[in-house]
T-cell receptor, first 113, second 112 residues
Framework: DAGVIQSPRHEVTEMGQEVTLRCKPISGHNSLFWYRQTMMRGLELLIYFNNNVPIDDSGMPEDRFSAKMPNASFSTLKIQPSEPRDSAVYFC???????????FGPGTRLTVL | DAKTTQPPSMDCAEGRAANLPCNHSTISGNEYVYWYRQIHSQGPQYIIHGLKNNETNEMASLIITEDRKSSTLILPHATLRDTAVYYCIVRVASTGFQKLVFGTGTRLLVSP
């Protein structure tokens, strides 16, 4: 199994641009999580999907952030417009419904200039 | 929501046991203790979890005190590759699923 796949691994963009981060969960997992990690705030849960449906998006910082899961094998996290304070490492994780263990991807390092 | 307290950093010699403590004095009776670690530039990795009994797997052992107010993660023979930030997490329930709330963790440095 390839594990959770995220793309791109690194993204550098300018303030105001749209950014789309992508995630492919482990096959068979039907729970998907998006996290953000910064030095100041640590690792934070942004949103959680179960069976492609957003269950808890209370961690999404503001309306500039949106996430979708059109099918069981793909999810996107979009930031529009991006701001320098969005610079962080964004992780995607997936799990079975019992959620004993979440499997994390390698992350996308986003830099907004 | 129960919170955890961990020392910010610890050192360990290669080949020795690493004992990482965690305090969770306000843990509820149905909350589990989870441990994850994050090696530099990688995503967090699950290690082990437990409710009240001690647990062991191929990676580590988890010792939970009888009153459940604290626990210790034990890496029996630490290697250089065990250098990482270790997170002790008490699982909280939110909207029907079990949210993981990561604190600041313990930065373990394993030296030759």
């Amino acid at each position: 199994d390839a594990g959770v796949i995220q793309s791109p691994r690194h993204e550098v963009t300018e303030m105001g641009q749209e950014v789309t981060l992508r995630c492919k969960p482990i096959s068979g997992h039907n729970s998907l999580f998006w996290y953000r990690q910064t030095m100041m705030r640590g690792l934070e849960l942004l949103i959680y999907f179960n069976n492609n449906v957003p269950i808890d998006d209370s961690g999404m910082p503001e309306d500039r952030f949106s996430a979708k899961m059109p099918n069981a094998s793909f999810s996107t996290l979009k930031i529009q417009p991006s701001e320098p304070r969005d610079s962080a490492v964004y992780f995607c994780a997936s799990s079975f419904p019992s959620e004993t263990e979440q499997f994390f991807g390698p992350g996308t390092r986003l830099t907004v200039l | 929501d129960a919170k955890t307290t961990q020392p910010p950093s610890m050192d360990c010699a290669e080949g020795r046991a690493a004992n990482l403590p965690c305090n969770h004095s306000t843990i509820s009776g149905n909350e589990y203790v989870y441990w994850y670690r994050q090696i530099h530039s990688q995503g967090p990795q699950y290690i082990i979890h437990g409710l009240k009994n001690n647990e062991t797997n191929e990676m580590a052992s988890l010792i939970i005190t009888e009153d459940r107010k604290s626990s210790t993660l034990i890496l029996p023979h630490a290697t250089l590759r065990d250098t990482a930030v270790y997170y002790c997490i008490v699982r909280v329930a939110s909207t029907g699923f079990q949210k993981l709330v990561f604190g600041t963790g313990t930065r373990l440095l394993v030296s030759p």
